[in-house]
T-cell receptor, first 112, second 108 residues
Framework: DGGITQSPKYLFRKEGQNVTLSCEQN?????MYWYRQDPGQGLRLIYY???????QKGDIAEGYSVSREKKESFPLTVTSAQKNPTAFYLC???????????FGDGTRLSIL | GIQVEQSPPDLILQEGANSTLRCNFS?????LQWFHQNPWGQLINLFY???GTKQNGRLSATTVATERYSLLYISSSQTTDSGVYFC??????????FGAGTRLFVKA
């Protein structure tokens, strides 16, 4: 089935550790996005990518990094510089920017 | 930057009732989307509606871009409609900005 797969569903991070969240899509979409959601709040854009080998910072990029080496993959690394990483992370894709976005099921990251 | 405001923040309905959710935005946008987030966190795209009116079953949406607002109508609500409804706008720089959401609970 076509869709967006995020893994893992739950992730625990120790202080000072980098972790990488996976996002894979088989929809042949050019654009991909990463959002962060804190409890009871809306989504905030971390990074987005319009096309392979290109990505742009969103509103809260500090402490995060991404790569877009393949069309179907857009991994997000939460670095030790992100002081409050506990949140729900959602990945989305769309055919192009400015088109309907479709979401994966998310990864819940917690600090040990 | 652009501000996106949704109202009401919380809504409780009896099953079968109708409701209207509102999204106001403070500047011109390239597009507007409505999403439903279920209690398990899954986000479903309901409408992509930069302007005009669309309908999908019991749901419909209207965006009046010149007046910078959009409305989501839910008719004959069901318990499965419970969750959070978000509107999101895309700006000229291709950034997507979400509102804080309307939390809906439909009682059986």
């Amino acid at each position: 089935d076509g869709g967006i797969t995020q893994s893992p569903k739950y992730l625990f991070r120790k202080e000072g550790q980098n972790v990488t969240l996976s996002c894979e899509q088989n929809l042949n979409h050019d654009a991909m996005y990463w959002y962060r959601q804190d409890p009871g709040q809306g989504l905030r854009l971390i990074y987005y990518s319009q096309i392979v080998n290109d990505f742009q910072k969103g509103d809260i990029a500090e402490g995060y990094s991404v790569s877009r080496e393949k069309k179907e993959s857009f991994p997000l690394t939460v670095t030790s510089a992100q002081k409050n990483p506990t949140a729900f992370y959602l990945c989305a894709s769309s055919i192009q920017v400015n088109q309907p976005q479709h979401f994966g099921d998310g990864t819940r990251l917690s600090i040990l | 930057g652009i501000q996106v405001e949704q109202s009401p923040p919380d809504l409780i309905l009896q099953e079968g009732a109708n409701s209207t959710l509102r999204c106001n935005f403070s500047d011109s946008v390239n597009n507007l989307q409505w999403f439903h987030q279920n209690p398990w966190g899954q986000l479903i795209n309901l409408f992509y509606i930069p302007s005009g009116t669309k309908q999908n079953g019991r749901l419909s949406a209207t965006t009046v871009a010149t007046e910078r607002y959009s409305l989501l109508y839910i008719s004959s609500s069901q318990t499965t409609d419970s969750g959070v409804y978000f509107c999101a706008v895309e700006t000229g720089g291709f950034k997507t900005i979400f509102g804080a959401g309307t939390r809906l609970f439909v009682k059986a």
